[in-house]
Nanobody, 124 residues
Framework: QVQLVESGGGLVQAGGSLRLSCAAS????????VGWFRQAPGKEREFVSA????????YTADSVKGRFTISRDNAKNTVYLQMNGLKPEDTAVYYC?????????????????WGQGTQVTVSS
């Protein structure tokens, strides 16, 4: 089992940046691919980005491509989501999730472990 804790959310103006962190504890973190998802009020959970367990493969949703970058530091058991050029439509609760698989997935149901989420609010 792996436990995940997100941090780094907050309130930012449009065009600003935030870096989210997903800190893991428990089993060997390098054995897990990690994904970031987000959920806005009244909307379904949406895939944002994912990274393979080695960090060599990344996948990013078209809606954030070119603005968001996922990375990981297995020595620190942490995955990051650097968010630049934020827009009001990026406002949501952001969740990280882990799966015991070499590769990430855009499907939420493929992840067994989830963090509690961190709120990101982008003002116009």
């Amino acid at each position: 089992q792996v436990q995940l804790v997100e941090s780094g959310g907050g309130l930012v103006q449009a065009g600003g940046s935030l870096r989210l962190s997903c800190a893991a504890s428990g089993r060997t973190f390098s054995n897990y691919a990690v994904g970031w998802f987000r959920q806005a009020p009244g909307k379904e959970r949406e895939f944002v980005s994912a990274i393979s367990w080695s960090g060599g493969g990344t996948y990013t949703a078209d809606s954030v491509k070119g603005r968001f970058t996922i990375s990981r530091d297995n020595a620190k058991n942490t995955v990051y989501l650097q968010m630049n050029g934020l827009k009001p439509e990026d406002t949501a609760v952001y969740y990280c999730a882990a799966r015991a698989n070499p590769y990430g997935s855009p499907t939420a149901g493929n992840y067994a472990y989830w963090g509690q989420g961190t709120q990101v609010t982008v003002s116009s």
